[in-house]
């Protein structure tokens, strides 16, 4: 009986532990990029201008956003950006690269975010020709949630490259 319980257990476990690695795929045709998103949070239709959407917990109490731009070294550029979020919200770890930067810290809400935003080169913009573009990922989650979220930071580090 003792054995069939921790065979049930471990079975549980492994289950439950497989599911929170569960993703779904969202991909913008438009700035040319796919992300993963955990499976228990469900995508808002994509913008009318077809640049992003943002995809919401089932609990509803966390968010991730995704989206393309045009980047344009005078207007929009990805060292704007970085100060635009740095005067948006308190930072509390930041890398910057070349082509990239990651951010992470609490909002004017008080809640924690994570963000990647990265340059990329498309060959070819909607049959115009090659384009710079700053492509970002950000999830957003209240302190209470920082353990469940923790792993899907550490894909978001990795994603759009």
């Known amino acids: 009986m ?26 913008n045709t438009r ?33 991730i956003r995704t989206y393309g731009s045009l980047e344009n070294e005078e207007t929009n550029n990805l060292t704007q950006e970085l100060q635009y979020a740095e005067k948006e919200s308190k930072i509390t770890y930041k890398i910057v690269c070349k082509n990239y930067f990651i951010i992470s810290g609490t909002n004017k809400e008080g809640m924690i975010f994570y963000r990647k935003t990265v340059v ?17 990922l950000t999830i957003t989650y209240p302190k209470s949630q920082i353990k469940q979220y923790e792993d899907y930071c550490s894909k978001i580090s990795k994603a759009l490259l």
Do not use: H, R
């Open 2 to 27: 003792k054995m069939t319980l921790l065979t049930i257990s471990l079975f549980w476990s492994c289950f439950v532990a497989l599911g929170q690695s569960s993703y779904q795929k969202y991909c």
């Open 120 to 136: 990329a080169q498309l060959k070819d913009y909607f049959n115009s020709g090659p384009a710079k573009v700053l492509q970002t």
């Open 31 to 63: 700035f040319q990029f796919c992300i993963e998103y955990p499976s228990n949070f469900k995508a808002q239709p994509e913008s009318a201008n077809g640049d992003g959407c943002v995809i919401i917990s089932n609990d509803g109490k966390s968010e």
